[in-house]
Every structure is written in C-alpha cells, then in structure tokens.
C-alpha cells in the first residue's frame, strides 16, 4: 500500500509551496522486505502512485493539480525516513554502511505537482 509521508524532516516530507501553486508529494510503500525491496520500487513506479500524489495534492488546496515534470526515482531511507545519500556524521562526512543509521528501512519517491496553470 502507498501511503503519502506527511512528518519527519522537512526536506524528506510532502511539503506545498504558500499559495498552493506546487509542491512535492513524498511517498512511500509497504511491499517489500529488506534485502528485497523491488515490490516497493515497481509500486513506487506506478500509475497509481501518480494517482495518489494527484489526489493527494488536489484534496491540500492544489488546483486542478498536475505532475510537474518528471518524478523521480524512488530512493531507499533509513528508519528515519532520511535518504541514505544524506545521512552523515556531526562533521558532515558520510558515514560507513554498516552504522545502523544506513540501513535500509524502505523506498520513497518524490512526486512533483503544481496546479493548472491555464
């Protein structure tokens, strides 16, 4: 099931811009298990996704909401919901694979929206 992220870290969440124009609708999905997360890619993939982010968006105040290019690829997170390419250490560097905070908890996708513009 895709469910949209709405809580965590405000650059790894769904966020709108002021005036509802666009926006980015994160979501993520529970097929998949670690070690084998490729249900999660293709559901993450979907039309459906797509669908979900457009719902998703038009029921926030985003009019008559559209997909604003193209999404991108889904993208594995911790159990934090932060990207593993952006989890470092306290002096910015990355941090080695085996550190729990770079294991792999699931997939999410970033789906950009933005509102009719005619």
Known sequence: MISVITEGQANFVTRFTEDRSRGIVVLAS???????????????NSVEARNKALGFANAHGVGDARINGSPGSPYAVNREGIPLENVRDEHGQTIPLTDPRMHVRGYHIEIPVTRRLV
């Open 30 to 44: 529970d097929q998949g298990k670690p070690g084998n997360f490729s249900a999660a890619i293709d559901e993450l």
